[in-house]
């Protein structure tokens, strides 16, 4: 006795679109995640002109085989300088982009989490 099952090729290319899909639901939901960062982060950085706030970013992406990726920075020129210098700012604080990365786990694993949900 045999069993011959058929379409086989489509559930294939239906299972390879659906992982496709999937990448592309965790992209976006990482960069989300990492917008959310960003916010958090902007709120603790010192301010004395403003510029340093303004200058935070998010990047991110995809590499081939490696998956997504996001990076969460500022471009003022003195922002690791400021970030790594314990003292009493007038507003914000030092550490203020570690502080919510370290402090928001639950959060981006649950916006990746929601993002990359079979719809």
């Known amino acids: 006795m045999a069993l011959v099952l058929k379409g086989g ?12 899909a ?5 992209e976006a939901g990482l960069r989300a995640a990492a917008t959310l960062i960003k916010g ?6 010192p301010v ?6 303004q200058s935070a970013y998010v990047d991110s992406g995809r590499m081939f085989l490696k998956g997504p990726w996001a990076v969460i920075g ?8 400021v970030h790594e210098i314990d003292k009493n700012y007038t507003v914000g604080q030092w550490k203020f982009l570690e502080t919510p990365l370290f402090g928001s786990e639950r959060d981006v694993l649950e916006i990746i989490r929601r993002r990359a949900m079979i719809k």
Request: glycine share 8%; no cysteine.
């Open 22 to 26: 999937i990448v592309g639901r965790t």
């Open 48 to 53: 004395d002109t403003g510029h340093l706030r």
């Open 74 to 81: 500022y471009t003022a020129i003195y922002a690791p300088m």
């Open 9 to 20: 090729g489509r559930v294939m290319r239906n299972l390879n679109k659906e992982i496709k």
């Open 40 to 45: 958090r982060s902007i709120r603790l950085a």
